[in-house]
């Protein structure tokens, strides 16, 4: 049982480059999330599922885009990265209780 | 899906009780209160949660008012491994979890 996985775990791209981020959790959980954290600031949602095949937006969504195609993987896209986007992205799942966090995924954009 | 209210930050001493106080004031009557904690340069961790009653774990108390428009996240004995931003969150049918800003708390030897 390895819990909510995230991959990659630190990525630098370029300006204008794309890229996916992979959240995978193995407890069978109906609710993801994918939310940023910028240096010294909270949490930010930016898009969350509640069940496979299923996505909404959250607080900011744009500039990014989701998929569930699966229950166990949530990606997070982005198509055209922005030195705005530079963040630690965390993904969340949870079946309605407590909410279990991977270990985050450093995104750098030069 | 309103964010709950909380202090920036707040200090305590070691080995004694803290209690991180967090305003919901809109909140339902489905809605539980979680609480969670972020360690620097960790991901959140959980901490408790409730919906009406007040909650006890191995890692705090939480109270929750009776109208429910404020909880209480209470460390029995703070060390310096607890000071950490603090985040109450109320989480309700729509499955929208959002984090307000947190309480950093600081804990002195």
């Known amino acids: 049982n390895a819990g909510v996985t995230q991959t990659p775990k630190f990525r630098v791209l370029k300006t204008g480059q794309s890229m996916t981020l992979l959240c995978a959790q193995d407890?069978?959980?109906?609710?993801m999330y994918w939310y940023r954290q910028d240096p010294g600031m909270g949490l930010r949602l930016i898009h969350y599922?509640?069940?496979?095949?299923?996505?909404a937006k959250g607080e900011v969504p744009d500039g990014y885009n989701v998929s569930r195609l699966k229950k166990q993987n949530f990606l997070l896209g982005l198509e055209s990265a922005a030195p705005s986007q530079t963040s630690v992205y965390f993904c969340?799942?949870?079946?309605?209780?407590?909410?279990?966090f991977g270990e985050g995924s450093r995104l750098t954009v030069l | 899906d309103a964010k709950t209210t909380q202090p920036n930050s707040m200090e305590s001493n070691e080995e004694e009780p803290v209690h991180l106080p967090c305003n919901h004031s809109?909140?339902?009557?489905?809605?539980?209160i979680h609480w969670y904690r972020q360690l620097p340069s960790q991901g959140p961790e959980y901490v408790i949660h409730?919906?009406?009653s007040n909650v006890n774990n191995r890692m705090a108390s939480l109270a929750i008012a009776e109208d429910r428009k404020s909880s209480t996240l209470i460390l029995h004995r703070a060390t310096l491994r607890d000071a950490a931003v603090y985040y109450c969150?109320?989480?309700?049918?729509?499955?929208?979890?959002?984090f307000g800003q947190g309480t950093t708390l600081q804990v002195k030897p």
């Open positions: 407890m069978n959980h109906e609710y």
């Open positions: 969150i109320r989480t309700g049918n729509t499955g929208k979890l959002i």
């Open positions: 599922s509640v069940g496979e095949g299923t996505t």
């Open positions: 809109t909140i339902s009557g489905t809605d539980y």
């Open positions: 409730g919906l009406t």
């Open positions: 969340a799942s949870t079946l309605g209780g407590e909410l279990f």
